[in-house]
C-alpha cells in the first residue's frame, strides 16, 4: 500500500515575531513623537535641468522602518525548514513587501492626526505587518497547504501597496529624473515578487520586470507634465502596472491568449477612465 504525504503547514517563530513587532512600534512611536533636522538639501544637474532631494526626520526614521522589517523578514525566511537559495539573492525577494508595506503604513501613520485615531492606526499598522511576515513565510514552501491563500494575499497587497507608494510619489511633487526613478524600481521590484510568486523562475523574470518598471517610470515622468491628483496619478499608474504585469505574467507562463489579451484591455480601458476622472482636479 502506497502512503500519500499529506501537506503540511508552518508557522514562524513567536520569539521572532514578538521581537520584531516590538521594533516596530518602537520605530512608529519614534517617527511620530521625535523631530529630527531636515537633511541639508542635495542638488545636482541632470540632462541639463537641476534637481534637488530634501529628505526630513521622519522619512529617514521610515526608511529605517522599511530596513528593520526588511531584515526581520530575512531571519524568518532562513529559518524556515523548506527554505533553500535556489539562486542569489533568494531570500531578499521576501524582503520586498514587508518592506514596502512598512514604508506605506507609516506614511499614511504620518497623515492621521495625533489622539486616539493615530495609535488604533498603530495597532492595526503592526498587526497588518505581522501578517505580512507570517503570509510570506507561509509561501517559501509551495506545498504548504495555505499556499495559494497567502498567495493571493500578496498580491492583493502588492496592488494596494503600489497604489499607496505611486500617489505618494505624486503627492511629494520631486522632479521627474527621481520621482520616475523611484516608480520603475518600486514596479519592478513588485513585479518581479509577483513573477516568482506565480511560480516563474528568476532567470526568465527579471527581465519583463525591469520593462514594466521602465514603463511605469516614464509613465510617472508623463505624469509629472500633467496637473493630476495624487490619487488619479496613483490609480492610473496601478492600472498600467496592473495590465503589463498580468499580461507579461501570462506569457511567461505560457497561458497567453487572445481572450486574456481582450480581458486585460477592458479592465485597463475601465481602470483608465476612472483614474482620469480622479485625475481631474476637483
Not at 32 to 50: A, D, H, N, Y
Not at 58 to 67: P, W
Not at 94 to 122: C, D, E, F, K, M
Request: proline share 4%; charged share 10%.
Amino acid at each position: 500500500m502506497i502512503e500519500t504525504s499529506s501537506p503540511t503547514s508552518h508557522f514562524p517563530d513567536r520569539d521572532r515575531l514578538s521581537i520584531i513587532t516590538a521594533v516596530i512600534l518602537l520605530a512608529y512611536a519614534l517617527a511620530r513623537f521625535i523631530e529630527l533636522p531636515v537633511i541639508r538639501p542635495l542638488t545636482t544637474t541632470l540632462f541639463g535641468s537641476s534637481i534637488g532631494i530634501e529628505i526630513d526626520g521622519q522619512v529617514i526614521i521610515l526608511l529605517m522602518v522599511a530596513a528593520l522589517i526588511s531584515t526581520g523578514s530575512d531571519t524568518l525566511i532562513r529559518s524556515h525548514p523548506k527554505f533553500s537559495a535556489s539562486f542569489p539573492f533568494a531570500a531578499a525577494l521576501h524582503w520586498i513587501l514587508p518592506g514596502a508595506t512598512a514604508l506605506s503604513l507609516g506614511l499614511l501613520l504620518n497623515l492621521a492626526p495625533q489622539g486616539p485615531v493615530w495609535w488604533l492606526g498603530l495597532a492595526v499598522s503592526a498587526l497588518l505587518l505581522v501578517l505580512v511576515l507570517i503570509v510570506e513565510y507561509i509561501v517559501v514552501d509551495s506545498e504548504d497547504r495555505n499556499f495559494r491563500a497567502a498567495a493571493f494575499s500578496l498580491t492583493a497587497l502588492s496592488y494596494i501597496v503600489a497604489l499607496a507608494i505611486f500617489g505618494w510619489i505624486r503627492y511629494t511633487g520631486t522632479r521627474s529624473a527621481l520621482s520616475g526613478t523611484g516608480t520603475a524600481a518600486l514596479a519592478a521590484l513588485l513585479a518581479l515578487r509577483l513573477f516568482i510568486l506565480n511560480g516563474v523562475s528568476f532567470q526568465r523574470s527579471w527581465v519583463f520586470a525591469g520593462v514594466v518598471g521602465l514603463v511605469c517610470g516614464e509613465a510617472m515622468w508623463a505624469l509629472n507634465y500633467w496637473r493630476v491628483t495624487p490619487v488619479g496619478a496613483g490609480v492610473l499608474l496601478l492600472v498600467l502596472f496592473y495590465a503589463l504585469h498580468g499580461i507579461a505574467q501570462q506569457h511567461l507562463l505560457g497561458q497567453l491568449t487572445r481572450r486574456v489579451i481582450i480581458e486585460f484591455a477592458v479592465i485597463g480601458v475601465i481602470g483608465g477612465v476612472v483614474g482620469l476622472i480622479l485625475a481631474l482636479p476637483g
